[in-house]
């Protein structure tokens, strides 16, 4: 098991799957290269052998040398996330981390776009193979609420046009069905039957998505395809893949979507993370009562 590839692999997670800056990303990176110099020191080369006692001895070793009760609790947080990735991407069998005791904070609210600058966004792609490659993904991405990594592993046999259903590989190997617009699916049907083909060149192959070089589209690839996009469409805003699940989320209850629907379509084994998006709506309730109310 290579320490570096795991730390980069999930690196690469929270740029493209949860937007994060650089600033953060590279926060993340020192923290894991310090876990790293501690697990090597005792002559570890995997998590396997890794336990709760350990995590708090490493932890212990930075109240020791100092470090604030801020940057040991974020410190908390990195490595409970960070296993529990490993434990998504069947690295480990199990997170040591999680019986840590972590003072939560604050969860920021999600960035979304509006409607009208979700309909911007999605005209920006051209009438060219790949630009009707790319409106269709990314109207699939806003129509199905998908995560990148559930969006990249779907299968021309995932998809049911008819019925109006996806069949989604979320978190865990857990299978859910989504459901889609007719809009989606006929977009869908036409890029399968004349852009999916042009771009097809092995029949292997059975990614929806396909590459201009005739492969499935990897994390990184998808996320560079939506920032392409981002510069083109002139918003102004950071986009990223995970953008378009917070905007179905929150357009979703603006319009009065029950939120345990919601839950099940976003694929939220605690419906608490769903409710987060239910204090967008709350606010942008708050802020059109202090606009029009006539005493202000």
């Known amino acids: 098991m290579d ?28 923290d894991l290269k310090r876990y790293q110099g ?48 490993l434990l998504n991407e069947d690295v480990v069998k199990t997170n040591p981390a999680t019986r840590l005791h972590i003072v939560k904070e604050d969860k920021k609210l999600p960035v979304y776009l ?6 911007i966004l999605l005209r920006t792609p051209d009438g060219s193979t790949a630009g009707t490659r790319d409106r269709a993904m990314m109207e699939l991405l806003y ?21 109006g259903f996806i069949r989604v590989r979320g978190k865990g190997s857990k299978e ?10 006929k977009l869908l ?4 039957a004349n852009e ?5 060149k092995d029949d292997d192959v059975d990614a929806l998505f396909i590459t201009n070089r005739g492969r499935g589209f990897t994390r990184q690839g998808l996320w560079k395809t939506i920032k392409k996009y981002e510069m083109l469409s002139g918003l102004g805003k950071n986009i990223t893949p995970h953008t378009f699940r917070h905007s179905f989320a929150t357009h979703l209850i603006e319009n009065g979507a029950d939120l345990r629907a919601v839950q099940e379509m976003l694929g939220h084994s605690d ?26």
Do not use: C, W
């Open 189 to 192: 049907t036409s890029y399968i």
């Open 114 to 119: 509006t409607v009208q600058e979700m309909e």
């Open 143 to 163: 129509a199905s609420g998908l995560r990148v990594s559930e969006m990249i592993d779907i299968k021309t046999t995932d998809l049911n046009t008819d019925m």
């Open 38 to 85: 501690f697990l090597e020191d005792r002559g570890m080369h995997d998590y396997s052998a890794v336990d709760t006692e350990l995590i708090i001895s490493f932890l212990k070793l930075l109240k020791e040398e100092g470090k604030s009760a801020k940057t040991i609790t974020r410190m908390q947080s990195t490595l409970r996330n960070y296993h529990q990735f």
């Open 3 to 30: 320490f570096k590839r795991n730390i980069n692999e999930y690196l690469l997670f929270l740029s493209v799957e949860k937007g994060l800056s650089r600033a953060s990303i590279s926060s993340y990176r020192q």
């Open 271 to 296: 419906i608490s993370t769903t409710q987060i998006y239910t204090q967008i709506s709350a606010m942008k309730i708050r802020e059109m009562y202090t606009q029009y109310h006539p005493r202000k």
């Open 176 to 185: 859910r069905i989504v459901p889609m617009t007719d809009h989606v699916g």
């Open 196 to 200: 999916r083909l042009i771009l097809l």
